[in-house]
């Protein structure tokens, strides 16, 4: 084993090589050498210590955390239309992509499945079957997708949404006045309600089971608690009036 230092000279000498060949290369071999050597030629070594650098931020020592970060602002921003809308951090990242492919109209629903060739014996709704499956109907309009959103409105005592969309679910409408932190919080809830009903329907389809609209409610009082209490430090959410009053933290 050697080290490129112990072959190649240092700055003061870039030219020098030190070999130390068991036979001397010859055919293939000397050409890759003679190409290696052209390569190198041009490259200066010092006595400093390597390290990873980068173009993308100003030639800054690389870290994977500030990759992750320019990964997120290009990959989950949806244009200026809903650049400000695409990011909540009071959920986790697989509801913010979750709301990204929606937006891009990447979920697998039916009707892109058989449009992409794919042999399905159905393209209706795998919960009420009474319309092809899009992304529309799946998340809006099934009548198990009605069920959830009143059970979620009737929880945050916002009345009925007769003309529910996906731009209202995007930036958090309500027709209600809320606190900019309260919107917030009412954007969370929408995501993560759209993200369990397509998780549920996705156990309809691959597990041949679906939970309940009550369980599903439950679920999704459950895990947007936790979620978002412990994003949100400094705010104190109690469990009991997240269940009972949760329209008090729209105001706050």
Known sequence: MASV????????????????????PSGRGLSDLMSLIQVVSEVTLSDKVDSWIWNLDGDKPFTVKKLSGLCDENLLSCGTNYSSTMRNNLVPKKIEIFVWRLMKKRL??????DKRGIDLHSVRCPFCDDDIETTDHTLLFCSFAQDIWKRINSWWGLGSFLNLSFNEILRGNSGVSMSPFGKKIWQAIEWICAYYIWKNRNNRVFRGNSWSAAVTLNEIQVKSFEWISLRKRGK???WFTWLSNPHLYLSS
């Open 5 to 24: 230092n112990s072959r190649i000279g240092l700055a003061n000498h870039p030219e020098s090589f030190t070999w130390a060949w068991a036979r001397q």
């Open 108 to 113: 697998p629903v039916r009707i892109e499945l």
């Open 236 to 238: 104190k959410f109690d």
